[in-house]
Structures are given as C-alpha cells and as structure tokens.
C-alpha cells in the first residue's frame, strides 16, 4: 500500500489549494478514505472522510462548509479542496486509508499546507 | 462537547510493561467505536499499530495489544524498549461518519 500526497503550499488567507493523494498497492475503489491534519508541534485532527463509492462525506465541524471531499476511483486518487483557508489551517495534511469497519490502517507521508499573508 | 481524553505524558522503564488509555468525557468507550492507536515520532508519519479495538496492523510486534478496560480504550506496551518512545494517539470513531482523535500520550522510556 502507497499512499502520496501532493499539492501542498503556501497560500494566502481566504485563498484556496486542492490537495491530491495517490492510492497504489491495494483496491482503492474498496475502501473508505480520510484526511487527517497535524498543526505544526499539536495533536493530530481528523478533517474529513469518504465512503467507497465517494456519494458519502463527512466534515470535522472545524472544516464544515469550507472544504470539501472527492475522490476519482478511476484515477485512484482521493482530493481535499479548500476555500476560506485560515492561519489556524496551516498543517501537514495526511490521507489515510480505512479498514473495512472502523478508522485507519496505512498513512500517506503528508503534504504542508501553510496559510500566511 | 465531548472530547476524548488521554493521559498527556506517561514514563516507563525499559522492560517494563505500561498501559496508556483512552476515554470519553461524556460516555463509555466501546467496541462500537473502533478504538485505534497510532504511534508518531516527531518528523514522522503516525504509524497504526492497533485497529477495531485489538486488531495488530501488519508488522506491529505482538508486545503491543489493544483492549477496552472498564469505560476505556487501552493500549498495553508489555516490555517497553528505547524505541517506544513516541507520541501515541488514539482515535474514537463518533457515530455518523465522525471521528475524533485524543490529544496524544507522550511515553518516555528511562
């Protein structure tokens, strides 16, 4: 199992970045899949997930209405787009893939997203 | 607002056997919830070490196990080495396509 994120940078507050997370290894259109953030030197904080078929998403209150979740199976890779992005946005972002019932069993390496004037 | 908590910083001495938990501040953590650990040192990725309450992902030695003690999720390190010392994580699926994440365990090992 791979998993590769891309498309992090550094972006203006109230800008906008889309980041992209390459699936391999496994049946990507089988699984759930989540983005988990880390803000530099804190906890970890689930974002958001997706159902395999991609029609269900699911949103930290902290994200809601600003980003959202899709996923391309016949590309096997998974995306979180952002808007209205704030300091207190600014993280590593990781996508992770489920297990059939419950939360996660391999990690991406992440992708720093730095929201900063 | 319910958060999950854990235990923020936790000391073992190598060989010995530590366990850290994971609650809820309103309720009791069940099976339901799909308690999972993560390991994380600092620069790194979190790595899975435990899922669905007990389940060792793929390579985890078996010194790592998972359960739910009383009203909590918990995780046990039986001969703790040098190389535990991380950051550990557990997540608590919340019903409804929610999950929440406690604050971390940091275990040192001395």
């Known amino acids: 199992v791979q998993l590769l994120e891309s498309g992090g940078g550094l972006v203006q507050p109230g800008g906008s970045l889309t980041v992209s997370c390459a699936a391999s290894?496994?049946?990507?259109?089988?699984?759930?899949m989540s983005w988990v953030r880390q803000a530099p030197g804190k906890g970890l904080e689930w974002v958001s997930a997706?159902?395999?078929?991609?029609?269900?998403?699911f949103f930290a209150d902290s994200v809601k209405g600003r980003f959202t979740i899709f996923r391309d199976n016949s590309k096997n890779t998974l995306y979180l787009q952002m808007i209205s992005l704030r300091a207190e946005d600014t993280a590593v972002y990781y996508c992770?893939?489920?297990?059939?019932?419950?939360?996660?069993?391999?990690w991406g390496h992440g992708t720093l997203v730095t929201v900063s004037s | 607002q319910t958060v999950v908590a854990q235990e923020p910083s936790f000391s073992v001495s190598p060989g010995e056997t530590v366990t850290l938990t994971c609650a809820l501040t309103?309720?009791?953590?069940?099976?339901?919830?799909?308690p999972s650990w993560y390991q994380q040192t600092p620069g790194q990725a979190p790595r899975t070490l435990i899922y669905?309450?007990?389940t060792r992902s793929s390579g985890v030695p078996d010194r790592f196990s998972g359960s739910i003690l009383g009203n909590k999720a918990a995780l046990t390190i039986t001969g703790a080495q040098a190389d535990d010392e991380s950051d550990y994580y557990c997540i608590l699926y919340m019903g409804g396509g929610s999950r929440l994440f406690g604050g971390g365990t940091k275990l040192t090992v001395l």
């Open positions: 669905s309450t007990n």
């Open positions: 992770a893939k489920h297990v059939t019932t419950g939360n996660f069993d391999y």
């Open positions: 290894g496994f049946t990507f259109s089988a699984y759930a």
């Open positions: 997706i159902n395999p078929n991609g029609i269900g998403t």
């Open positions: 309103s309720g009791s953590v069940t099976t339901n919830n799909f």
